[in-house]
């Protein structure tokens, strides 16, 4: 009964990621780096490698606020983006 409703959830959850998430190459893409950083881990235990990974992400969130907040809107007022990266960093580490 148990192995059975298993199976059932994991043929629903493969169909919904073949048919709405590997749908475009992109997602493919960004589907893949995650991986990466999650088996990274398990094969290369160096922490400078991790620290750069953190620094690297610390620096793309800043990019992303800096590009939403200026590209899309139009204003450029980088506090409000300083803030919101510095907000999160600390959920990084």
Same mark, same amino acid.
């Given at each position: 009964m148990i192995m059975g409703l298993l199976a &059932?959830?994991?043929?629903?959850?493969?169909?919904i990621v073949r048919n709405e998430i590997l749908v475009l190459p992109s997602r493919v893409v960004v589907a893949l780096f995650f991986l990466f950083l999650l088996l990274l881990p398990v094969f290369y235990k160096d922490p400078y490698v991790f620290r750069v990974l953190?620094?690297?992400?610390? &620096?793309?969130? &800043?990019?992303?606020?800096?590009?939403?907040?200026?590209?899309?809107?139009?204003?450029?007022n980088f506090g409000h983006a300083l803030f919101s990266a510095s907000e999160h960093t600390p959920r990084l580490c």
């Open positions: &059932f959830y994991l043929r629903k959850l493969y169909t953190i620094q690297a992400s610390i &620096f793309a969130i &800043f990019a992303a606020s800096w590009d939403l907040l200026s590209g899309f809107t139009g204003q450029m």
